[in-house]
């Protein structure tokens, strides 16, 4: 499939044609997967949400309005997911056991050398930087800077106004900045 068009492909869905899901989940199934992760970073989590995510787009295929754009339509899918899922979830942290579980590594694991013990320690802070600020933070700066929507697009999928969006970024990229000055010191 080279050109993807949602307006054909999603009433396929709706009426159950399972190749056509197939082709929107080759075409997003990565976009899905790199979203869930980058937010919750945990691979099994990852993996649970994202066929959550799908089968969500499956039931509700014929609730996509054909006139709108796709893509925020199905990181709506997403953020809805994500947000289910911070509500569920009882600690706010990870604990280092999880940090495990979501595929960090310890450092005898690694390849040593001086360009992967680097990758790894930024690789670490920022996941550490990203783990301190707000789910609601993070939320945003990852579909800022991660997946590259812009204010009003996010203050759409989130369902929030673009003032809202604007000073959780502000202050997610404010915590960030004082984590990494605490890291320089």
């Known amino acids: 499939m080279n050109e993807f068009n949602a307006s054909i492909i999603l009433p396929k869905i709706a009426k159950g044609d399972e190749d056509a899901f197939r082709k929107l989940y ?9 979203s869930v992760i980058l937010s919750i ?57 999880e940090m495990k579980e979501s595929g960090f590594e310890h450092g005898e694991n690694v390849i040593d050398t001086r360009e ?20 609601k933070q993070r939320q945003v700066i990852v579909l800022k800077y991660y997946q590259g929507f812009k204010i009003k697009e996010i203050a759409e999928i989130l369902g929030i106004g673009q003032s809202t969006v604007k000073a959780r970024l502000y202050s997610g990229l404010e915590a960030l900045s004082q984590i990494t000055r605490k890291g320089e010191e």
């Open 41 to 97: 970073r945990d691979r099994a989590k990852a993996e649970e949400l994202s066929q959550s995510i799908w089968l969500k787009l499956w039931r509700f295929a014929d609730k996509y309005n054909t006139s709108k754009p796709f893509k925020p339509w199905l990181s709506r899918i997403i953020s809805n997911e994500l947000i289910d899922y911070y509500r569920r979830r009882k600690q706010d942290k990870f604990s280092i056991d």
């Open 26 to 34: 080759d075409q997003f199934g990565g976009y899905v997967y790199k």
């Open 116 to 135: 992967g013990n680097l990758r790894r320690d930024i690789k670490h802070d920022v996941n550490v930087a990203l783990n301190s600020i707000t789910d």
